[in-house]
T-cell receptor, first 114, second 114 residues
């Protein structure tokens, strides 16, 4: 088991609502990346936070936003939820901006939008 | 250029067999190639990773073979066990401005029969 924890583990929201997912990084890690994993697919990169700044973003609309706190924990916020946002959201913790270093994943948050 | 193509999509082997999963990439700037194992309802767990300066890396029963000229790499699982039944993902990262973003393959579902 990694030291990366995510909350909540499951969540059901209605289309149009907003959701906040949380991630605590592994001790000593200063970089958090968020991924979206649709059923039967590989994870897709959403964005990364390094030392409280966004440090790269994938092909996701602005309604996906995030934060990183001084203790390196992180939040993923999704506004105006759509049915296609239903997925497993994964947080990965790493060191030093993530460049070619080991990334450890949490257990994920399963979001269902109805 | 950013894709990682993984095959086969699914694989069934008998206990003790050696399943082989293959991945191919296009972006020659990639310089870090990890493999992850994912069980249902869990986040991906890092198994083993390789950099392009070596052609093979072994950790326990898991071996990565890397062919830089062909832009391909593969995972071999020696003496496979029923407990190895899971979904396996290859990934790649690297290049200018990459920030350690992992590009994942589509995944291979492995079943090891007793």
């Amino acid at each position: 088991e990694t030291g990366v924890t995510q909350s909540p583990t499951h969540l059901i929201k209605t289309r149009g609502q907003q959701v906040t997912l949380r991630c605590s990084s592994q001790s000593g890690h200063n970089t958090v990346s968020w991924y979206q994993q649709a059923l039967g697919q590989g994870p897709q990169f959403i964005f990364q936070y390094y030392r409280e700044e966004e440090n790269g973003r994938g092909n996701f609309p602005p309604r996906f936003s995030g934060l990183q706190f001084p203790n390196y924990s992180s939040e993923l916020n999704v506004n105006a939820l759509e049915l296609d946002d239903s997925a497993l959201y994964l947080c990965a913790s790493s060191l030093g901006g993530g460049m070619g270093t080991e990334a450890f994943f949490g257990q994920g948050t399963r979001l269902t939008v109805v | 250029q950013q894709q990682v193509k993984q095959s086969p999509q699914s694989l069934i082997v008998q206990k003790g067999g050696i399943p082989i999963i293959n991945c191919a990439y296009e972006n020659t700037a990639f310089d870090y190639f990890p493999w992850y194992q994912q069980f249902p309802g869990k986040g991906p767990a890092l198994l083993i990773a390789i950099r392009p300066d070596v052609s093979e890396k072994k950790e326990g029963r898991f071996t990565i073979s890397f062919n830089k000229s062909a832009k391909q790499f593969s995972l071999h699982i020696m003496d496979s066990q029923p407990g190895d039944s899971a979904t396996y993902f290859c990934a790649a990262s690297g290049g200018s401005g990459n920030t350690g973003k992992l590009i994942f393959g589509q995944g291979t579902t492995l079943q090891v029969k007793p």
